[in-house]
């Protein structure tokens, strides 16, 4: 099955941890985004990636960081840099960037 | 900078028709997006619209007129599963490539 995926589902993180969310796509696409979701906010773009070993900032990428090493994968690092990490994390994907960016199940982040 | 807006909430009865507007303002406008979203999960993708004029899938519609910046969303035989949040997404043109922004979504409840 060709699809987005993310791990984990629930993510715990201690004060002062870095922590690192993972998004794998089989989907072939070449571009590769991560949102933030708050309740009662819209999608925030975090961090984006149109190729391989090159990213761009979002909207709201302080305390966050991303590597590109592979165009299957796009982790994302919440640091202790991020003061308000608790939040729904959604990576999507999209065959060019100038396409239909289609989502994976999400990561839940909760501060401890 | 973009501005988009719709609906917080909205209730109607299984088997209507319900219509959810989104109007936007943006520089360098290519698209428009209608996703949906149920609790806890990833926004699953439902029309695009570049052009202005109605387009149609099934019991949605969506339709845009890009002078007035407007958009809507039309649900017909509306079924219970169809309560979830529905989000428009616009997406521009920038010096760094194309960008999608979301409004902040209407949740819609079907009611019997």
Redesign the interface.
Known sequence: DGGITQSPKYLFRKEGQNVTLSCEQNLNHDAMYW?RQDP??????IYYS?IVNDF?KGDIAEGYSVSREKKESFPLTVTSAQKNPTA?Y?CASSKQ??E???????T?LLVL | GQN?DQPTEMTATEGAIVQINCTYQTSGF??L?W?QQHA??????LS?NVLDGLEEKGRFSSFLSRSKGYSYLLLKELQMKDSASY?C?V?AFTG??????????TQLKVEL
């Open positions: 949102y009662g906010q819209g999608l925030r773009l149109q761009q729904f959604l960037g100038q239909t960016q289609y989502f994976g199940p999400g839940r | 988009i290519n698209g997006f996703y806890g999960e990833a926004p699953t993708f695009y989000l997404a997406r760094g490539g194309n960008k999608l922004t979301f409004g902040t979504g």
